[in-house]
């Protein structure tokens, strides 16, 4: 059917699910492990172990250029975008997610929203910025809509709220409490006489909490889509005709 080109193709299963439907496939991405795994496990051809952009020249064009939860981390996205420009067809699409940060998650939580995910996280856009750069490197809009495929947004930036608050707190996989990062010998002091271990492990609330949350957040999520807050913008762009 065409050509898909994946820009950040991880351990290549998207690529890998394309192509048992017919198409060819071509994919980046900077880590050498998963592109390995690409290569020897699920057996991908065409995976080539680089950034984006590339250093050099792309001799072939793609049909279909994916870029999924990869803008943001560039430090430069309208040259990255007008580098796809070049690589795709005239007709071909670019079909692109990225986090969107006028987010209900965002909105509620602030600084401690996993959306943020600083330093990793260099750029972050509206659906408005978004188009402005889409259109800076040559392509427009064609459909774009914002949703939230988890509730990690909402539960994981909760679990911070929680642990700044005081009201719990984490240990490490070994069980023990998180030791002081300067020294690393000493152990995390006990927390202030009087405050109250609400959220501890094994207490009911805690219990009946995780078996509704992510219910209740499922169904906040679906409001926020409505309104164009879902936590993660999914955008459709074609060339812009001259």
């Keep these: 059917p065409g050509l898909v080109f994946d820009i950040g193709s991880g351990s290549g299963f998207f690529l890998e699910f394309m192509r ?9 991405e900077p880590a050498r492990e ?4 690409s290569t020897n496990v699920l057996g991908l051809p065409n995976i080539i172990c680089t950034a984006w952009p590339p250093d050099h020249e792309l001799d072939f064009r793609a049909d279909t250029v994916c870029m999924f939860h990869v803008v943001e981390h560039l430090p430069d996205p309208v040259d990255a975008l007008a580098q796809i420009n070049q690589v795709l067809t005239d007709e071909g699409l670019l079909i692109l997610e990225t986090p969107n940060i006028n987010s209900l998650a965002l909105t509620l939580f602030g600084k401690r929203c996993t959306q943020w995910d600083a330093p990793r996280h260099i750029c972050l856009f509206t659906r408005r910025t978004l188009a402005w750069c889409l259109e800076k490197a040559g392509f427009e809009m ?3 809509v914002s949703y939230s495929p988890t509730v990690m947004e909402y539960t994981e930036s909760l679990r911070y709220l929680v642990k700044d608050l005081g009201l719990r707190r984490y240990e490490n996989k070994h069980g023990e409490r998180k030791m002081a990062s300067t020294s690393g010998s000493a152990a995390e002091p006990p927390p202030k006489s009087g ?7 094994g207490t009911r609330a805690v219990q009946l909490f995780h078996a509704l949350d992510k219910m209740c957040f499922r169904a906040i999520d679906f409001g926020a889509q409505l309104i164009g807050k879902g936590c993660n913008l999914l955008v459709i762009a074609r060339k812009r005709s001259s």
Excluded: H, K, M
Aim: proline share 0%; hydrophobic share 40%.
């Design 195 to 201: 405050r109250r271990q609400i959220f501890s492990s």
């Design 20 to 28: 048992r439907r017919g198409y060819n496939t071509v994919g980046v």
């Design 34 to 37: 998963l592109v390995e795994y």
């Design 142 to 144: 064609v459909w774009a």
